[in-house]
């Protein structure tokens, strides 16, 4: 797969379509019946082991996590077969399985966080925020592509607009609008965004370095043409013959692993103050996007600003950090610490009111 001395991107922007898929036992009479036995049998043993755990009154821990795997299992094979059968040619993208992980690695840091009792959540709050944060998410990031990065391609095709699957997402959009979600949800629930959001924030950079790895996987978003000898160069198809820089892996690095390095240490000062998480990540995603913009390709419709020196990354990573600021100014700083008496009178109310509803 080498050209030269350099990489060529030949990956498929697919891991699997649904033609490819074998379903070849399924579609058998002996085949079904073993499946389905299989799937009622351990669907029944995880729900007698959990209700005993609920008669006892102890936290369903690993089993609970164990339940909703099963369950996401299950329910993917049954939509993949049926699609199968319809004739319905879907692919899996590498793009929207990373952002696939990234929720699903939220979903599970906060049943942790409930059954350790520092997140002011039940499991159905869990679901419905899920929810929220999806749809605020693909709003925002799309909105803020169409009218920000593209606007000139959709003015004239409105109905465009709508085909979030033919791509076309911005992350400072999705940051917008999956805190609007999150704002409605607590002002919804009685529950303190600024609590919240610290947990949230602690999760988004997983979700952001593998969200970065599938734009590599897909060819996508790649980086600029390489200025000397850059002996990881990679040369993508689309951008042409000359190597680039495979920004989209120093985004991972940047934006991904070392912000999350960053919060976490972040949310371990001692005495900090209840929305410090929140705001480092939006300061910190904002400083190593920024730093990342200079390897990164121009997106085509917009170039360049200020004499050809700054990209729309840059200049939103700019506002970002300065949002940022203005909030620990304005909030953060008067926000009461973390393990203050009145932050924790709160977080024991609620789980209180949280444990006798699961017992009635």
């Not at 755990?53 to 049954?78: D, M, N, P, R, Y």
């Not at 990540?281 to 997106?299: N, P, Q, S, V, W």
């Not at 304005?330 to 973390?338: L, S």
Request: positive net charge; aromatic residues 16%.
């Amino acid at each position: 797969m080498a050209d030269g001395e350099y990489f060529v991107h030949k990956f498929d922007p697919f891991i699997f379509t649904v033609s490819e898929l074998n379903f070849s036992l399924l579609k058998t009479v002996p085949g079904a019946s073993v499946a389905a036995a299989l799937v009622l049998g351990l669907g029944a043993l995880l729900w007698f082991l959990g209700n005993k755990k609920k008669q006892a009154g102890e936290e369903s821990g690993l089993l609970g996590s164990l339940q909703v795997a099963f369950g996401i299992l299950v329910v993917g094979t049954a939509v993949l077969f049926g699609l199968q059968l319809g004739g319905v040619e879907w692919g899996l993208r590498w793009y929207s399985t990373m952002y696939l992980l990234g929720f699903m690695y939220a979903y599970f840091s906060c049943r942790w966080w409930m059954r350790r009792k520092r997140i002011m959540l039940s499991p159905l709050l869990l679901d419905s925020l899920i929810a929220y944060s999806i749809l605020g998410m693909i709003l925002g990031a799309r909105f803020a592509y169409v009218f920000i990065y593209n606007w000139d391609s959709y003015k004239s095709n409105l109905g465009d607009i709508l085909k979030v699957w033919e791509g076309g997402l911005s992350f400072h959009g999705g940051i917008i609008g999956v805190v609007t979600a999150i704002i409605i949800f607590t002002r919804r629930h009685g529950i303190p965004f600024w609590h919240l959001t610290d947990r949230i924030c602690l999760t988004v950079p997983f979700g952001v370095a593998m969200g970065r790895i599938g734009n590599f996987m897909n060819g996508e978003l790649y980086g600029r043409v390489i200025e000397g000898n850059v002996p990881w160069a990679v040369i993508f198809p689309t951008g042409g013959p000359q190597p680039r820089h495979p920004s989209q892996l120093y985004q991972s690095i940047g934006e991904g692993w070392l912000l999350l390095l960053t919060l976490h240490l972040v949310h371990r000062i001692p005495g900090r103050k209840q929305g410090l998480v929140a705001v480092s990540f939006i300061f910190f995603y904002g400083l190593y996007r920024y730093f990342m913009e200079f390897y990164r390709e121009a997106d085509e419709q917009l170039k360049y600003y200020f004499n050809n020196t700054t990209t729309m990354g840059q200049i939103l990573c700019g506002i970002t950090m300065l949002v940022a600021v203005s909030l620990y100014l304005f909030f953060v700083r008067m926000n009461p610490r973390e393990d203050s008496p009145e932050v924790q009178a709160q977080i024991h109310d609620f789980l209180k009111k949280r444990d006798d509803l699961e017992r009635i």
